[in-house]
């Protein structure tokens, strides 16, 4: 995800390769950066920090407690710190970091080609302009909404941050359903992924309810409502629900073991 934003910034021009320095403890990570974006790099997160104006947290959960005493009370004081770290909250970090000005964000994987969901958050201290050049960065990855409470960013987590990973799994039952049934396994890709696609913009294009839709695709005593009778039948629409609320749970958790 931190490429993925590295990427968008650079095509947007917000900023431009000499004006980043990417930290990552991997060396050949560090030289194939170099290499295909042509930013500084450096070892030590520490170094990074201090030559940014504006710091970028992209780690796992676990790995926050090691990042945080490493910058913590060395962050310039009007340089404000974004966060796609999931779990983690603005408390943990202000407090973690030593620091004020914090934005807290949750992309998607869709971000890798500019169609990605960022729901973000920020400190009432992050500035208008500050927070302009956020939803700035943020944008350039696809669409950004942003919440006034905190809360919403772990609901967010549950939803558009593994959302992609609920959609894909389905995407891959129907390509088995399809193999199976016959069709070439490049064919049945091509096939479901138009149907998805063009299911979701059909949505988002007319604005009318998921449900509205499902009916305009039911024909009574069809092909679909026998389809739709053994999905209900199974419970799909109460796992996922169920499978949301477990994520969502997750994430929480992941907040209290990143500052322990």
Same mark, same amino acid.
């Given at each position: 995800?931190?490429?993925?934003?590295?990427?968008s $910034?650079?095509?947007?021009? $917000?900023?431009?390769?000499?004006?980043?320095?990417?930290?990552?403890?991997?060396?050949? @990570?560090?030289?194939?950066?170099?290499?295909?974006?042509?930013? @500084?790099? =450096?070892?030590?997160?520490?170094?990074? /920090?201090?030559q940014?104006?504006?710091?970028? #947290?992209?780690?796992?959960?676990?790995?926050?407690?090691?990042?945080?005493?490493?910058?913590?009370?060395?962050?310039?004081?009007?340089?404000?710190?974004?966060?796609?770290?999931?779990?983690?909250?603005?408390?943990?970090?202000?407090?973690?970091?030593?620091?004020? +000005?914090?934005? @807290?964000? !949750?992309?998607?994987?869709?971000?890798? $080609?500019?169609?990605? !969901?960022t729901?973000?958050?920020?400190?009432h201290?992050?500035?208008?302009?500050?927070?302009?050049?956020?939803?700035?960065? *943020?944008?350039?990855?696809?669409?950004?909404?942003?919440?006034?409470?905190?809360? *919403?960013?772990? !609901? /967010?987590? /549950? &939803?558009?941050? =593994?959302?992609?990973?609920? $959609?894909? #799994?389905? &995407?891959?039952? #129907? &390509?088995?359903?399809?193999?199976?049934?016959? *069709?070439?396994?490049?064919?049945?890709?091509?096939m479901?992924?138009?149907?998805?696609?063009?299911?979701? !913009?059909?949505? =988002?294009?007319?604005?009318?309810?998921?449900?509205?839709?499902r009916?305009?695709?039911? =024909?009574?005593?069809?092909?679909?409502?026998?389809?739709?009778?053994?999905?209900?039948?199974?419970? +799909? @629409?109460?796992?996922i629900?169920?499978?949301?609320? /477990?994520?969502?749970?997750?994430?929480? %958790?992941?907040?209290?073991?990143?500052? %322990?």
């Amino acid at each position: 995800m931190g490429e993925a934003m590295l990427k968008s $910034i650079l095509k947007e021009n $917000i900023a431009s390769p000499g004006e980043i320095i990417v930290s990552d403890v991997n060396p050949n @990570r560090r030289s194939t950066l170099e290499s295909l974006y042509n930013v @500084r790099t =450096s070892a030590h997160n520490l170094e990074a /920090a201090e030559q940014g104006d504006i710091i970028v #947290l992209a780690v796992k959960p676990q790995a926050m407690p090691g990042v945080m005493a490493e910058l913590k009370g060395k962050i310039p004081s009007n340089n404000p710190v974004i966060s796609i770290v999931a779990g983690v909250n603005t408390a943990v970090l202000r407090t973690g970091l030593d620091h004020t +000005l914090i934005v @807290r964000a !949750m992309p998607n994987t869709p971000a890798q $080609i500019g169609a990605g !969901m960022t729901v973000w958050t920020a400190t009432h201290e992050v500035s208008a302009i500050q927070k302009g050049t956020a939803e700035a960065i *943020f944008s350039s990855l696809g669409k950004e909404l942003y919440v006034n409470d905190e809360k *919403f960013l772990d !609901m /967010a987590t /549950a &939803i558009s941050g =593994s959302g992609p990973a609920y $959609i894909f #799994l389905v &995407i891959e039952a #129907l &390509i088995d359903a399809a193999v199976h049934m016959g *069709f070439t396994r490049d064919t049945a890709t091509d096939m479901v992924s138009q149907t998805v696609l063009g299911s979701a !913009m059909l949505m =988002s294009k007319t604005g009318k309810h998921p449900a509205e839709l499902r009916n305009m695709v039911t =024909s009574p005593g069809g092909t679909t409502a026998e389809a739709l009778l053994k999905l209900e039948a199974g419970g +799909l @629409r109460g796992l996922i629900m169920q499978a949301v609320v /477990a994520a969502y749970d997750k994430s929480k %958790k992941l907040g209290d073991v990143s500052h %322990k």
